[in-house]
């Protein structure tokens, strides 16, 4: 249990420090009006608190930084005791009548550009969304291509390449079969196999449909989960990402998605805002960095995530608020989208 003086400092501290990027002393707090207490008696609470593992003392300053554990103390303070402050650059996302790929890629630009950090944001599964319309088309007397595009906006193109030419007739009868039979059915699901087999049908219908069925069949199963990326050259230029290692194991973190999509999914299982500081981050290349992130989709469940990479040196207050703030959009988004 810190003092109510104890916690002041501390929370000057972490303020400072966030907007100056030095060592805040003694000297500086007392300056503040808010303090009511002399450098002696500050630079004591100093000791204190830097004894406790809440703050550090670089040797080449006379001031303190907070470690780790003071902006966890910080964040937690922020969480529990309602001292969010409105945002002073509210996001201002407008995503009505986007499609999906469209709304994820305005909002990570966004949310990148307001808080000037690294923004990450994970597209729902390919699993989650149902055919909106089939095309087949014959490029080529032995080629042609299935087109389909999902409620979410996605389109997928799978082309195949037959033995002979194919009959226009049996490719336009298929495009329009395809597209009646399957509108409104989830990718994921197993009605899929139903819908495409139907004893009414001929031989060589059947048989070009069951060609044709992977398009559909294996469409989720061949899906990669899509992650979209803004502000890497804005965390590196602006904010003191300067150790070259820390740089090159943040980049090869960006393009190792399976690591980047396991960190993000753990904001998935967190009712609000999760936030990450600095060593809480088990993989090193988040180590001297923090990672706010909070999970956005229906009602029921939670499809994909919001997250933001940054200094552990950071505006937490407008950080977390405008993370929430994003995931509360591309929530009302996806309902929208989702609900018939």
Do not use: C
């Amino acid at each position: 249990m810190l003092s109510p003086r104890q916690e002041l400092i501390l929370r000057k501290v972490v303020e400072t420090y966030a907007h100056t990027g030095l060592p805040v002393g003694s000297k500086t707090l007392a300056l503040d009006p808010d303090m009511g207490a002399g450098p002696s008696t500050i630079r004591h609470e100093l000791s204190m608190l830097e004894e406790r593992g809440l703050l550090a003392h670089p040797h080449t300053s006379a001031g303190r930084v907070p470690t780790d554990s003071g902006h966890r103390w910080y964040v937690d303070q922020l969480s529990t005791g309602n001292l969010l402050p409105a945002n002073a650059r509210p996001l201002g996302l407008q995503l009505i009548r986007r499609e999906v790929d469209e709304a994820m890629r305005i909002t990570s630009e966004t949310l990148s550009q307001v808080t000037n950090l690294l923004a990450i944001v994970s597209a729902p599964p390919v699993d989650t969304a149902t055919i909106r319309h089939v095309e087949v088309l014959l490029l080529q007397p032995q080629v042609l291509m299935v087109v389909v595009i999902t409620s979410t906006g996605g389109v997928t193109k799978r082309v195949f390449t037959f033995d002979r030419p194919v009959d226009s007739g049996l490719a336009q009868w298929a495009g329009e079969f395809l597209d009646e039979r399957l509108a409104g059915v989830g990718l994921g699901a197993r009605m899929l196999h139903l819908r495409l087999s139907d004893t009414s049908l001929s031989a060589t219908e059947r048989e070009f449909l069951e060609q044709l069925s992977p398009a559909f069949t294996e469409l989720a199963e061949t899906a990669e989960d899509t992650l979209y990326v803004d502000g890497a050259a804005r965390l590196i230029g602006e904010h003191r990402v300067q150790d070259l290692a820390q740089i090159n194991e943040l980049m090869h973190m960006l393009e190792r998605r399976a690591t980047l999509l396991g960190l993000l999914r753990a904001a998935l299982q967190e009712p609000d805002v999760l936030v990450r500081i600095g060593s809480e981050n088990e993989t090193p290349a988040l180590q001297s960095l923090a990672v706010v992130g909070a999970g956005y989709g229906l009602p029921a469940r939670k499809l994909g995530t919001v997250s933001v990479i940054g200094p552990v040196r950071m505006d937490y207050a407008s950080t977390i608020r405008s993370v929430r703030e994003a995931a509360h959009e591309l929530s009302r988004f996806i309902e929208d989208v989702y609900t018939p």
